[in-house]
């Protein structure tokens, strides 16, 4: 009987430019790790939160951890509580799906305590819970690649991994500036066009069929958003010279990650991608800001147990 | 040297309920028959007008056909004029890409004319010119299909062809009712909220992953317009009784076919397509309206030549 469990999620890029609250694709590099203790006392507590970000809420009820295996713990009643220590690797507001990972390592620590654990896939119910917790809103882009690794279409009923060519890299640079949320989402108030709406739908289809197909060329054709980037371009400073910095280094596309500030592209190359993470990160340095970059397989693992007792 | 040729281009769904203007697939029944004949005169002439529709221009420049053959004779220089006869065997204003047909089959029956003949796909762009001049509006979703066959994605650049589970049927029914294309496209001009693009995205997406995968469930889950069938149902008398007809029979989906006031339904069995044409068309019935319906495979021939001298 598993007395402790320890998880890692990882970071992912959401919505990929496409697919707004829809795609996202894990990230090799930065995490969340949470371990759960099961305990006799009912219920879910949060004991500690360690690492980048720390003034989280304590409350189970009010974080994305703690409200995610409390709604797992409703739902497979167990018969014992769990008390979680949270370890935070993904900055606050980042774009990175920070929040999300906090609930999916949480979740899959604490599926490891269960006498019948359950799959990835049937944990993605409880994520959105606690994910709905931090962003006011129900979506899966970022717990869905967190939980199944790789590019994921999260609806609200499921998760679809889509296959994605192997080589293909993705560079993720995050600037040390904050987007809200809720300011990013603001920005979606005034309603679109029809033209803007088959535009980004041609361009979904196409990245989709690309995915699908194996065809660099076709992703390349969709990898563009004119839905949402250029209502959100503004709240990152040089957004589009850091964009351009991609697409000089032979980026396939280059967006905004998840809310931003991040900012990625997909690289075919692993020498491009390299230099267009530096040249991505020199661009937020003529706008006075500090960025980190990964460089990750798009094809990314998902969430994983690192340690049980 | 060929002298004189004819083709045949298929009827066809567009917009298949989830692509408005991007996806379309072809039928196996109606469609239009196009003989193209070599003459020493430059330019193009329509020297006669038979079938269903016979109050179309005459004036190549003006008639979709002889728009799309002036265009295709324009960039390939050969040296001669066509003389063409149409025979209209789509019903105008029906949904059902009669427009469309005709410059499909006129093109690929001048194509067969040239001392070098082109691959259908790259007779896209000049049955787009033909399709403006019928719609107003550049989109590909009735000329794709019409040309590969199948299901089609057709972005202003290309056209993809996308895999669908062989034994899939579409039932179509037409009633003897006129939606004018421009009046329906009136009906999109106020502006759509993220929550409904979002919508419309995801089963976009779990539509096209469903074909690449064959997975009927995730066709079935994503086959629903939130997007314009709300906006156009009114346009059809009876469509909410016709579309319960489809569904009540075993429909994966069913929605307006193109601008309407055709219906169409996705069928897996063809028991339950043949119960269900016939319900439609009851359905459409009680409206006071009379109806025909074809049943087709989805994966529909496109375009083809039928004589050849």
């Not at 809420?57 to 979680?84: C, H, K, M, W, Y």
């Not at 080589?167 to 809720?182: G, M, S, Y």
């Not at 991608?273 to 960025?291: C, D």
Request: net charge negative; proline share 6%; aromatic share 4%.
């Amino acid at each position: 009987m598993v007395s402790q469990a320890t998880a890692f999620a990882p970071a992912s890029v959401g919505n990929v430019g496409v697919g707004f609250d829809l795609l996202g694709h894990a990230i090799d590099g930065p995490g969340d790790t949470v371990t759960a203790r099961r305990v006799e006392q009912p219920g879910v507590r949060i004991t500690a939160i360690n690492g980048l970000v720390r003034d989280l809420p304590l409350d189970s009820e009010r974080n994305t951890a703690g409200r995610a295996v409390i709604a797992l713990l409703q739902d497979q009643q167990p018969g014992f509580g769990v008390e979680l220590v949270i370890d935070k690797g993904i900055p606050l507001s980042s774009g990175l799906g920070g929040s999300a990972a906090s609930a999916v390592a949480a979740l899959v620590a604490t599926n490891a305590l269960l006498p019948e654990p359950l799959t990835h896939e049937a944990l993605y119910p409880f994520a959105l819970a606690g994910e709905a917790i931090a962003s006011g809103a129900v979506h899966g882009d970022n717990v869905g690649p967190q939980l199944l690794g790789g590019l994921v279409l999260a609806t609200t009923e499921r998760l679809v991994r889509i296959p994605v060519p192997e080589a293909l890299l993705a560079v993720v640079v995050h600037p040390d500036w904050q987007v809200e949320t809720r300011r990013a989402r603001e920005s979606l108030v005034e309603p679109f066009d029809i033209a803007t709406i088959v535009g980004q739908n041609s361009h979904l289809a196409q990245f989709l069929a690309g995915c699908y197909s194996g065809d660099i060329e076709l992703i390349q054709a969709g990898l563009v958003d004119v839905l949402v980037e250029p209502r959100r371009a503004h709240l990152i400073p040089a957004f589009a010279e850091v964009k351009q910095a991609a697409l000089a280094h032979g980026a396939l596309g280059s967006s905004i990650s998840g809310a931003g500030p991040s900012v990625f592209g997909w690289f075919r190359d692993p020498g491009q991608a390299s230099q267009a993470a530096h040249a991505m990160q020199q661009a937020f340095a003529t706008a006075g800001l500090e960025a980190r970059s990964w460089t990750s397989p798009v094809n990314a693992p998902g969430a994983r147990l690192v340690d049980v007792d």
